[in-house]
């Protein structure tokens, strides 16, 4: 018998009248696994829990309102074209959140929430891009569910199947008591999920070995998810809009990989690696005394190697 990858029939489920989507719920499952991530990173960097959860009112909504407006500012014809529907704009449970609005609005957000709470932007940013990570690899599993971003056709022993989808109702189409099963595909979703924990585990590495200096994770960060995500892109089949032969998304992609390598490259002459400067920070502006400053960084050593452990998410 061949292999494949299932694909659920169902992405809906119904709890009297009220809808359980599963696309919604592996976003709000990413967003809470990211607020629990950036508080355990955020002490060594002398922030506190709570300031993460005051950023994070500000960044996550940012965020999400971000990455629909990318969204339908990329792929507008099944909202404002021809036979598109508007109001659908707003039904962001049926899926389409784009990661560059998503992460542009959500760092304005996260801006924001780091005056009011404050601390450093770089610091906080340093904290979350693990977790952040961590959830884009969870969200993409409501892509599953809604049988949704795979690639071309192919006879790969992990091919996944696909089911004609429908929308409105949340789950497969059914003729003669089965689901319509439209073929077999690359799972480009699986593929981005594994890769957004690759890089998290690797920055994770890098920072608990290297101290990694402020800001230089997020430059990391963003470097590194457009590699993948160009190659991801290439591979998928779904309708986009194109630029010059390539899809928008892959001209972001590069646009968005240099802007991190630059981010990285001055990070690394203004704030070096091996110094916690929101630890010193914190030092300085509470007259920390010499015993004080053994405490917190014994502290911090500590929470440091618990958050390694996040490494194997």
């Known amino acids: 018998m061949t292999s494949y990858l299932p694909s659920p029939t169902q992405g809906v489920l119904w709890i009297g009248p009220l809808p359980l989507r599963a696309y919604a719920l592996c976003i709000l499952v990413g967003i809470f696994v990211a607020v629990w991530i950036a508080g355990r990173r955020l002490i060594p960097r002398g922030g506190t829990p709570d300031d993460v959860y005051t950023v994070a009112w500000w960044a996550v909504p940012f965020g999400i309102v971000g990455g629909r407006v ?5 792929s507008p014809q099944a909202y404002f074209g021809e ?6 704009a707003f039904a962001i449970w049926h899926g389409g959140l784009g990661i560059w609005g998503a992460v542009a609005l959500g760092a304005l957000g996260g801006w924001i929430g780091s005056r009011k709470a404050g601390i450093s932007f ?3 940013a340093d904290a979350a891009v693990p977790g952040v990570l961590v959830a884009q690899a969870i969200g993409r599993w409501g892509n599953w569910f809604n049988n949704e971003l795979y690639g071309g056709r192919t006879d790969l ?3 996944l ?13 059914v003729q003669n008591g089965h689901a319509v099963v439209l073929g077999y595909y690359q799972p480009t979703f699986l593929y981005e999920a594994i890769w957004c924990l690759l890089i998290a585990a690797v920055i994770l590495v890098l920072d608990r070995r290297l101290l990694l200096g402020r800001g230089r994770v997020l ?3 963003v470097m590194l998810y457009p590699v993948g995500r160009i190659v991801f892109e290439l591979m998928r089949t779904d309708p986009a809009n194109h630029i010059l032969g390539l899809r928008v998304n892959v001209w972001v992609c590069i646009l968005v990989f240099l802007g991190g390598l ?3 490259l001055w990070t690394g002459r203004n704030h070096p690696d091996g110094v916690r400067e929101g630890l010193a920070e914190r030092h300085e502006d509470a007259g920390a005394t010499d015993d004080e400053r053994s405490d917190d960084t014994a502290t911090a050593e500590s929470v440091s190697t618990d958050e390694t452990d996040t490494s194997t998410l």
Not at 70 to 74: A, F, G, R, V
Not at 83 to 88: A, D, S, T, W, Y
Not at 161 to 167: C, K
């Open 70 to 74: 990318y969204h339908l500012i990329t």
């Open 83 to 88: 036979g598109g529907h508007p109001l659908n």
């Open 122 to 124: 770089l610091d906080f």
């Open 157 to 159: 022993p992990w091919k």
């Open 161 to 173: 199947q696909i089911h004609e989808w429908d929308e409105s109702r949340g789950h497969a189409v």
């Open 219 to 221: 430059g990391l960060y």
């Open 262 to 264: 630059a981010l990285f």
